[in-house]
């Protein structure tokens, strides 16, 4: 399948993959932050959080379902998308410091979490343990923390599912709060692609599935190369 940059995505992840084991400990100088692959356990997960990583480890060995790795820095694959739609007149010094939001927390403070995609069933998992810097209501976690996850496990499902994507709309329904640095499980699926239009929707439980804490439905619109972003 192939995306609006002319590259598919198994390119993109080609690229993602590549860049894990080739630069993955490349330190970087001006901040000295190591560009790692976060989705994988470290001390501060959980074992709720453990248990599901190698449960999907497993279902990885059986072929269907594919661990993504997750950098704190872009792949060099998307530098065509810089290329592309960031303002060239952006000071250099600002944007050579750009790290993905999520992935701008020390270790278990933040945002831990791992995904799993099943291309063929157009799914994505999420296994997501929200931090002690994530609290919204005392002891409950951001809503915007949540539709931060939503946002960027249903964008992961369309951005397979359809090349480079961006959000056009994300609408969620908050219906139990999620308990601070509890896992929860958010599930997401392709429910059609229309032109350049990817809908898709989520939801987020408890880990024994007992709980459903938020749905949400998402629309992605494939980005025309020809248009510029701003
Ligand atoms: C972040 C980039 C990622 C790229 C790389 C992917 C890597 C994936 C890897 C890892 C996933 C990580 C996950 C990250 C997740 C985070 C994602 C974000 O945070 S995104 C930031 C928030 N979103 C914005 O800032 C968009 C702002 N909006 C826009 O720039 C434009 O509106 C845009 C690009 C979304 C569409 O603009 P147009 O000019 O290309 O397209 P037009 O012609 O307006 O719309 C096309 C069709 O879609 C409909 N449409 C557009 N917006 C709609 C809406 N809100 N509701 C309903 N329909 C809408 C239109 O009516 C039109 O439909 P008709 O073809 O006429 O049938």
Known sequence: MSSTLGLSWDQHHLGQEVQMGSVARR???????????????NPSWNKDLRLLFDQFMRKCEAGSWKRLPSNNHSPQSFQDFQTRFVDPKLPKEQISQARLFTRSFE???????????????????????????LQGAPGFTH???IATMIDATTGMCAFRAGGV?????????????????SVVVMKSQIDKVEGRKVFVSCNVR?????????????????????KKLA
């Open 143 to 145: 809503g915007g923390a």
């Open 27 to 41: 330190s970087f100088a001006s901040e000295n932050v190591v560009n790692r692959d976060h989705a994988l356990p």
């Open 206 to 226: 408890s880990v024994d599935e007992e709980t459903l804490y938020s749905e949400a439905t998402s629309l992605f619109i494939k980005l025309d190369p020809n």
């Open 165 to 181: 994507v961006m959000t056009a709309n994300l609408n969620i329904n908050y219906k139990r709060p999620i308990p601070l640095c």
């Open 107 to 133: 270790d278990g403070l933040g945002f831990e979490y791992v995904m799993f995609c099943n291309d063929a069933e157009k799914r994505v998992v999420c296994f997501f343990q929200a931090g002690p810097y």
